[in-house]
């Protein structure tokens, strides 16, 4: 069974990373983006974890395929951060 959410993770990042270079290459599309985000995501949540069997190359597998996951969390976060920081209302100095 982990052999198939390797290979489902492998295939579903490969997509992603494909539409990736299909968002700049052909031009922005909103389907596209929210494609991207939700493959790396399901990518992030398919892949095996806590086996200790796990050799070194697997481990940097992972880390590679998490990368693009923890990029887009780190962004959706300091959004967040920016909207909720700020009060809302507009300051006029007389």
């Not at 991207?36 to 095996?48: D, Q, R, S």
Request: hydrophobic share 50%; aromatic share 18%.
């Amino acid at each position: 069974m982990e052999v198939i959410r390797v290979l489902a993770s492998i295939f579903i990042f490969c997509i992603s990373s494909y539409l990736v270079y299909d968002l700049f290459v052909n031009g922005f599309s909103w389907m596209v983006l929210l494609s991207i985000i939700v493959g790396y995501t399901l990518v992030h949540y398919i892949w095996p974890r806590g086996k200790k069997q796990n050799s070194e190359w697997y481990e940097f597998l992972e880390l590679i395929f998490d990368l693009p996951y923890r990029t887009i969390a780190y962004i959706l976060r300091a959004v967040g951060r920016i909207i909720r920081s700020s009060d809302g209302g507009i300051d006029i100095d007389p």
